[in-house]
């Protein structure tokens, strides 16, 4: 009988695949579907529920951007739900409670943030419970424990990197209607690294020059210098995304059909849906329409209050950022922030970079 079924979304397998090992590392046995499914033409939901979870003693899901509304990670959480599996539910840096709310949880689950390690080693030892015929066995078990956690750190570590890393997309350009400040490569750079500093990995348009081309460049000098973060001790990374080349093309390429463009536009919000889904910020930095269009994809990602990625807007360069503010910064749901407070005066980088950390941490 496995001591837990893992139910995870696909872009998370590498995590999955880490918090199996520590469960191997300290002899706690589990159900991976991608290992453990039969490899057949039959029924994958009735070979989940017949091999996975009647035979599991926990249901155990990992809860991300990514999981939080995959259908096949609901109908798992359901199924065990119906069959009254206790959960243990685990979830990544950036998920709070009000989104885990959402998810299918059965009666009285536990809850635990694989980010923290007392937190990682409390779920460790939750699952051993019940499966010892003595004290002395138990007694064994937690030995294990402790001695995997203190002699075998980078097992810890793959579990905990992973779970901690946070993702902040940066939107924004020069304003079309200029105002008295301009987007400096410093303050982009500045900001890019004080982001890395704080634990986010950047995603950005790097063929947005004055600001998605700086952020990434200055991430992929990180990278290749082989730093890690100083605040987690992780690796760091970035992503390339967004569409600008595209999104410019509807606006100049000639296109006055309407239904043309209502298509296209609806593919366009699609794909941004797309690459904005797992980030946990937006950082609007002026911007013309891209970057409402951003915003747009974040507020239908946000719609129905089951996802919760926060938007700082950056307003004193002007731009889609301040129009942005003045509409939605005030809302009461704590998702979309301010960071020059209304001001469009010359606020030094520094202080600027600050404000919009403060925020963001």
Known sequence: MPDVFISFAQPDKDLANKLRALLTAVDLTWYFAPEDLPRSDGDWEENILKDGLKESRYFLPILTRESLHRSWVLFEAGAAAALKLPFLITHVHGIDEKEINFFPHGAKPFHFKLYEKPALKQLILKIGEGRFRSERDRQAFVANVNDVFARQPNVIEEVLCRARRRWVFIAGNHPRVRSKRVISDKFIRLLSAKLIEAGFNISACPQVEPVGKVALETAAKWVASGQRCPLTGCKIDYEIAGLYPLDRELRTGGIHAPDIINRWQDKLLEFRRSYLTDKDWLIVIGGNEGSEEEFDAV???????????????????????????????????????????????????????????????
């Open 299 to 361: 507020r239908a990602l946000n719609a129905g209050g089951k996802q919760r990625i926060k938007v700082c807007f950056v307003t004193c360069f002007g731009g889609a950022a301040q129009e942005l503010s003045r509409q939605f910064a005030s809302n009461k749901n704590q998702l979309y922030f301010d960071a020059c407070e209304g001001r469009t005066d010359g606020r030094r980088p520094e202080t600027l970079v600050e404000n919009i950390l403060k925020i963001m941490t």
